[in-house]
């Protein structure tokens, strides 16, 4: 392939064949050679040619968006056609005419019999591919004959005329009907699926599961394989049963010559399986050696069909006037077994006499006439009857009704008398004609309904079909319609013109061993016998054929991992492996060796495929899915409803605990497929039925806010990525997943910066880290990754426009930010407290794990410890949840709860602790529970010094505008200087105030400054959930003393300053003040006196309240391994956002695991039930 550029003029001019070497280097690899050369113009307007090395053919074919047309051939479609407007989207928007031309040339589907069968006639050319022939067969020969051909099989000539025996002409008139009309409305769900767009090779399984989805198609694509490898068994067995009944008895392996009852059943049953073995692996290895001959042998086969068939229409019309003789010797009303004896009488008149015949010999001791003899034989006379009587000889009614028999029970004329006697047991029962099994209704629906399977035939050959949406309804439904008739006018012929004894004769014992339909057949019973024989080989053949590839394209497929190694095949396409697997199943029917316990079990899995082929029309109808446009239009969903509904009563009709295992082992698989089978998108119909679902189940939740009863966190868990979009808070997902024994919504969502045009691949890689750790975390939700120019926007979009209609988030995990002191993390505190602001706002739960690294895994297991609530404001009994649904999970299920509330000067402590055991026994929530004094003190010095340092710290920032790193230095001293004033003025003010250690200062960095005043004469009260705990008795300005301005001023009378100013502390010891550690240097920087009767007291309140918090909680739950803590909230004034991260942060210091809890300001748990 080449592609010809004309060199245009350019500043520098070079020669043609310089430009043709760089090419010619490019694409073979080389560097180019970049010397310039300016020799002339007489480069402008040559042609250069490019040859493209390599295969240019597409790997695969087809007619849409991105295909492999060549480049050169859609810059032709383009150019000089005044499609220059398009001409950048030429690679993904080819043009109208092209698309068209590719859409009417299009064949990629896969093999048909053809191409195996000139795969295997062409090996030796196998290097040399050949073009395959369009397909070429119609609707008589691609759909309706082998219609007919796999309808008609082994049950219309070994079991109809029993069925008709047994059940009576309207028994079994209504089965034919149901059975009719089940397949007949399966008939015409599958028109509508297969005319609705192009069916490959695969028939019910490809149209099922690209209705249905994987899983049904999956399921029910193996339960399909199952009953066509059934049916292989149940064909071979009735092959060998006309073998060794009807055509050569005497090649039994196992004789059955002098066996009576079980050991004679035993007998038949073991030449059965020896004989159907060797059948069976005769055939396989016809098919292993080529599906051509299979081919070949098909007309054959059929004509020995159609030929049976007319056999019997023509000896049902010649019983109207030339009935066969077929006589029916009788012992009363007893039919005898006609091999053991050659006159139907007792004795004969001959010259020398009366004369006993073997009849006498068979039921009296000896032949003499005055022998003793069974009773039954001596009291009740012989009678022979016509077994074919003819269709005028009024014997429709005599069968009109059933006779259901049990096992061993004597086959008896209707409407004739005997003379017996009920207390003699039965003798030479060997004698007479006996039921072999114990029959009922059900049973007969069992055996029959394989008799009009095969419905499918046509649809699995669409590949080979010429025009397969006109084909496929026309001649499957004409096939139905015709075995319909067939089978109709069958069951009211065999009644009109059989007589009822030789009906219920299941083998022809009663008429010397004649297949019972093969009397009736014209010109002779052996035309029957031949043409069944041959029918039911071929009927084998094309199951054993059929079966394999079925399985071979639900390997190639990759739903089911564990098939994947039948989806290998030959070199000519042959499914080797699947061939094997087919065999093997088919061998368990063979050992069976009954055909009537066989019929059933295929019965089972026909019906299934037949059922979810109607339900797949039925809701593609009723969702009106767009795709939806079938060519056939005389459909219903009503009808397919019908169709489903028949199937499903047929399934329990014939054999209730065989349809229990028929849906378990496909509820198996389809759990298999969902659990481990590869994902796969065909459009199903059961997706759009979820989408159904969901849209009617998000308009019900729009109606109103949840009963309390039904609150439960639905998440929105925000994480942050690094520069490869890697996931940087991993255990997150840990506590998300542990959290989700409530159910409920997850959605996991990250924030990116940058435009989204141009961060599209870190946008798909941070979705796909996010999808992954969910699937590594087992947590069960959504991932949502929104793009923003700057993160506090992205972030706020996720808070706004996460969920859908009433399946929003009700609450959000977020983990407290690492390092925001630091002054490159300015922006990632202030956009966490603006978070806050609008969880707030928003009416959300917030949850928000601290130290989120050292929180326990999935894998973990706590095997003792506790889980510590400390309850200090009502939140709507977040508190109270949280803890119950973490000890749902593994990780924290040997875990206590202790629940710890904090009672005030005025409080009872004693009735509070009563009231909350009693709150959480109505809660039905098993926990400890302590009440915590906490009596009102003053504020202690360091209470003061800590206030000191963080205002400083802001201060500072606000009045000078230094580079990052003098920002950072002068932070440093200034910490460093006020600590270590501390030390040298009062050393046990700050060793003995607390058990908590503060932070080191080194790591305290602040961020930007912002302005702010505050005014210390008129503090702003906080409101009641900022200001965790009030101190009723804390003055509104300290009593400090007006000389402490200088740290030698404060220095000199210490003891007097700690009787004007604090009380005890909590330990009991006298406080000391600090005093004012203020360097002069840093006086004269900022120009400020930061004394302590000018700190903003909401500050100092603020302060005193984290630091009593953070001393009771480490003394109670320092070896907790969970600590859960109701969460301030931030300041009104958008001034303090810094001082409201440093009061969380004493707050919780010295804590190893906490989980700060905001309520969404409503109730979300109840006594109630």
Known sequence: MSLRFTVSKSDGVRRPSDIQGEVNQLFEGDEPNTSTAAEGEDAVGSEVVVELKGDSNPKESSPFINSSDAAAEKSQQYDGKNMALFEEEMDTSPMVSSLLSSLANYSNLPQGSKEHEEAENNEAESSRKKPIKAPQLGTLMGVYMPCIQNIFGVILFLRMTWLVGIGGVVGCFVIVFICCSTTMLTAISMSAIATNGVVPAGGAYYMISRSLGPEFGGAVGICFYLGTTFAGAMYILGAIELLL?????????????????????????????????????????????????????????????????????????????????????????????????????????????????????????????????????????????????????????????????????????KN??????????????????????????????????????????????????????????????????TTSFVYMTSVILFGACIEGVVLRDKFGEGVHGNLVIGTLAWPSPWVIVIGSFFSTCGAGLQSLTGAPRLMQAIAKDGIVPALRIFGHAKANGEPTWSLLLTVCICEIGILIASLDAVAPILSMFFLMCYMFVNLACALQTLLRTPNWRPRFKFYHWALSFLGMSLCLTLMFICSWYYAIIAMLIAGSIYKYIEFAGAEKEWGDGIRGLSLSAARYALMRLEEGQPHTKNWRPQLLTLVSTDSEQNIEQPRLLSLTNQLKAGKGLTIVGTALVGSYLENQEQTQRAEQALRKLMETEKVKGFCQVTVSSNLRDATSHLLQASGLGGLKHNAVLVSWPRNWRQGDEHQTWRNFVELVRETTAASLAMLVPKNIAAFPSNGERFTEGHIDVWWIVHDGGMLMLLPFLLKQHKVWRKCKIRIFTVAQLDDNSIQMKKDLTTFLYHLRIEALVEVVEMHDSDISAYTYEKTLVMEQRSQMLKQINLSKNEREREIQSITDSSRGSIRRKNPAAVTTQLSVTEEPAADSKEEKPEEESKSASSPVSPPAQVQLIHDNTTPTTPATPATLLTPTEGAKSPGEQVQRTWTEKCDGEPAKPPGAATPESIKDIFNMKPEWENLNQSNVRRMHTALRLNEVIIKKSSEAKLVLLNMPGPPKNRTGDENYMEFLEVLTDGLNRVLLVRGGGREVITIYS
Request: hydrophobic letters at 45%; aromatic letters at 10%; proline letters at 4%.
């Open 245 to 413: 009944i009807y055509i050569a008895p005497k090649a039994a392996v196992f004789p059955l010559e002098g066996l009576e009852g079980a050991e004679a059943e035993a007998a038949l049953l073991n030449n059965m399986r020896v004989y159907g073995t060797i059948l069976l692996f005769s055939m396989a290895t016809v098919v292993f050696v080529g599906v051509k001959y299979v081919n070949k042998l098909a007309l054959v086969f059929l004509a020995c069909v159609i030929l049976s068939i007319l056999a019997v229409y023509a000896g049902v019309i010649n019983t109207g006037w030339d009935p066969p003789e077929f006589p029916v010797c009788l012992l009363g009303n007893r039919t005898l077994v006609s091999k053991n004896f050659d006159v139907c009488a007792k004795t004969i008149e001959s010259a020398n006499g009366t004369v006993t015949t073997q009849l006498w010999r068979m039921f009296c001791d000896s032949p003499l006439l005055n022998a003793t003899c069974d009773k039954y034989f001596v009291a009740n006379n012989i009678t022979q009857v016509q077994g074919i009587p003819g269709v005028t000889s009024g014997v429709l009614a005599e069968n009109m009704f059933g006779t259901y028999y049990e096992k061993g029970d004597l086959i008896a004329r």
């Open 416 to 481: 004739m008398e005997s003379v017996e006697d009920q207390d003699d047991p039965l003798t030479n029962s060997n004698r007479y004609v006996l039921a072999d099994i114990g029959s009922f209704f059900t049973l007969l629906v069992g055996i029959y309904f394989p008799s009009v399977t095969g419905i499918m035939a046509g649809s699995n050959r669409s590949g080979d079909l010429r025009d397969a949406q006109k084909s496929i309804p026309i001649g499957t439904i004409a096939a139905i319609t």
